[in-house]
């Protein structure tokens, strides 16, 4: 999943090493029963326009990337992003963009929810394409969609590690 990777800063390194090695401790680094486990997740722009779409996620209060967890017997990232990508948007034309490339690797915090206790995401984080940005549903009332200037999205985004991804698009767009 890392292969050919390099991290762009010290904490990126810390994040990447503790991803290396869940790869290489766990027989299903996937797993959501394990405190960290690989997520997939991405951005999607409209290149025309520049433009990015986020989501609001109850669970964290804050604007992100759309993605989660991998469905039993899926082993890759971008896939996982795709498929999560189209669910939480409706958008069916996602494509990777430019190309499939991961775009940042981060391990992030995520908060205890009814029965789920705290854990940890080692999110893997790509940029995803539509030509069809007026396409994009909610797919649920309270997870609304938001299209934003690459600008406006970093003043929106609460989490340092969302604004550092957001950074990078910029650099693709």
């Known amino acids: 999943m890392l292969e050919g990777y390099t ?3 010290d904490a990126e390194n ?13 027989a299903d680094p996937f797993a959501r029963d394990i405190p960290l486990h690989v997520t997939g997740s991405a951005v999607i722009v409209h290149p025309p326009t520049r433009r990015v779409l986020l989501r609001w996620h109850e ?3 804050a604007w992100l990337q759309v993605g989660g967890h991998g469905d039993p017997g899926e082993t890759d990232p971008l896939d996982i992003a795709l498929r999560e990508g189209r669910e939480e948007t409706g958008l069916a034309d996602l494509r990777p963009w430019p190309t499939a490339d991961l775009l940042h690797a981060v391990v992030v915090p995520v908060p205890a929810k009814g029965a789920e206790p ?15 940005p007026e396409a994009a549903r909610p ?3 309270d997870a609304p969609l938001k299209w934003l ?19 990078r698009v910029r650099e693709r767009l």
Do not use: C, M
């Open 7 to 9: 991290a762009r800063d």
């Open 14 to 26: 810390a994040d990447v090493a503790r991803i290396r090695e869940l790869l290489a401790s766990v």
């Open 59 to 61: 669970r964290q209060q």
């Open 118 to 132: 705290a854990h940890e995401h080692a999110d893997l984080r790509y940029v995803l394409a539509t030509g069809q």
């Open 139 to 141: 797919e649920k009332p």
């Open 149 to 167: 200037t690459l600008d406006d999205a970093i003043d929106a985004a609460t989490e340092a590690n969302v604004r550092e991804t957001l950074r």
